[in-house]
């Protein structure tokens, strides 16, 4: 007889512990993207197509999503498919530490061992974003998963937040030696975090699993066939894909924009991302409140309300459009900053959605489901940056001046929000609007049956 592990419901306490988890991803992730990707163009003084291709590669193996969610789907645990994928995470980012401080020498040795450390790193990353938002859909009663949603990205970026500020900080004055050591310190402090974050969630209950339940298990492919079978998944893959394909082309091209057009500093420049990562977090906020006190239809209204931040996303990108022909005299900041309120609020609709979906289902597929979008969010996450970088590119060959050329990348951008806002429309209504789980009070976790 096999136990059967039963997680509790999930209440706020639990949920902001799982968002420590992401955090805790977050903080890793940031030194691997940015802190390596710094350290190879400016002290290697390497090309920046290198890091670039790192980030691309790690974006790349976590087409393995599926397969993580559908390991945790069958042995019916989530704990210890996070707890390893963070692992695995903390052996690659400090393997990419070291194949950093190896370029200094052995520039062809160290670029082998940091596309092995980049591998390791999309493995840990997929299997620990995988397993944490279906442990969030599986768990989360359906008048907290906007609020999840928004806590788990708001979380996130706290990760970044603090890790740059701190080891920052702490990398000064920079040597390699220093580099690996602030990357040992943060990735062993986010492994524990995590640990502390996931232990209890999940309780063994003697419940024995019926004999000819596991021989009904299906392989791999088999359920992968299953999931994409189903209209809703097939749907909601093919908006994942629009939206974040949307949301990052304009990663590499904001600020390149502010100061070609509008003249900004790099450091003003750098204060208007901030600008727009704050708009973003005040449309998770509102968007995880509006969740929340909304009446019956929550599933509903995270439809709707996915295809108005994708609507107001498309109408910010019009008015870019409009700031790169017009010129200075355009109010760029409140364009911004309005770009990310719209961003975020329609990135945790999104997300609640998702978490939904993947509960709305044939029990024991979570995992698979959000594997699944997980891996076609990666997609579109890697191609999007590289897409809008060479869209302006080609844009700027085209046209004798650069306003124009940002002009037009700018209107691409915004079809394909409009794009998303007809995909986010197409994706039907979940069984899962129908659902009446319990509503426990603040903090308190109680077995699932």
Not at 145 to 154: H, S
Not at 264 to 275: D, I, Q, V
Request: with cysteine; glycine share 10%.
């Amino acid at each position: 007889m096999d136990d059967r592990l039963a997680t509790p419901t999930l209440g706020w306490i639990g949920i902001f512990r799982l968002g420590l988890v992401q955090a805790a991803l977050g903080a890793i992730v940031i030194l691997t993207t940015s802190t390596l990707n710094r350290v190879m163009v400016v002290e290697l003084a390497l090309p920046a197509t290198l890091p670039g291709a790192l980030v691309g590669w790690h974006y790349a193996v976590q087409l393995s999503r599926p397969r993580w969610g559908y390991g945790s789907d069958m042995g019916g645990a989530r704990a210890p498919w996070i707890i390893g994928g963070m692992i695995t995470l903390a052996i690659g980012a400090i393997s990419a530490a070291a194949a950093t401080a190896l370029m200094a020498d052995q520039t062809q040795l160290g670029i082998f061992a940091a596309v092995m450390a980049f591998f390791v790193i999309g493995v840990g990353v997929g299997a620990a974003g995988t397993n944490l938002l279906a442990l969030l859909a599986t768990h989360t009663p359906p008048s907290r998963k906007a609020a999840a949603a928004a806590i788990t990205w708001i979380m996130m970026i706290i990760g970044f937040i603090v890790t740059a500020g701190v080891a920052g900080a702490m990398l000064d004055p920079f040597t390699m030696a220093r580099l690996l050591e602030v990357t040992i310190s943060v990735s062993v402090v986010a492994v524990l975090v995590s640990l502390f974050a996931v232990w209890g969630l999940e309780t063994r209950t003697v419940a024995p699993a019926p004999k000819s339940e596991s021989a009904a298990k299906p392989d791999f492919s088999a359920m992968m066939a299953e999931v994409w079978s189903d209209p809703q998944a097939r749907r909601f893959t093919i908006f994942v894909f629009v939206s974040m394909l949307a949301y990052s082309a304009q990663d590499l091209i904001l600020e390149p924009f502010a100061g070609l057009i509008y003249g900004y500093t790099p450091g003003e420049s750098t204060r208007l991302a901030a600008t727009q990562n704050m708009g973003v977090l005040a449309g998770m906020i509102a968007t995880a409140i509006l969740g929340t006190v909304v009446g019956k239809s929550r599933a509903r209204f995270m439809r709707y309300w996915t295809v108005f931040g994708c609507i107001a996303s498309a109408a910010a990108m019009a008015a870019l459009f409009a700031g790169a022909l017009i010129g200075p005299t355009w109010p760029l900041k409140p364009t911004v900053f309005a770009l990310g309120i719209a961003n975020g609020a329609f990135a945790v609709a999104a997300i609640g959605s998702m978490m939904t979906l993947a509960s709305a289902g044939q029990p024991g597929r979570e995992g698979t489901r959000m594997g699944l979008w997980g891996a076609s969010q990666a997609i579109s996450f890697g191609l999007g940056g590289f897409l809008g970088a060479s869209a302006l590119d080609l844009a700027r060959l085209a046209f004798a001046d650069v306003a124009p050329a940002f002009a037009t990348v700018f209107a691409l951008e915004g079809v394909l929000f409009i794009v998303a806002a007809v995909c986010a429309a197409w994706v039907g209504e979940s069984s899962a609007d129908t659902v009446n789980l319990p509503v426990l009070p603040a903090g308190e976790l109680v077995p699932a049956e």
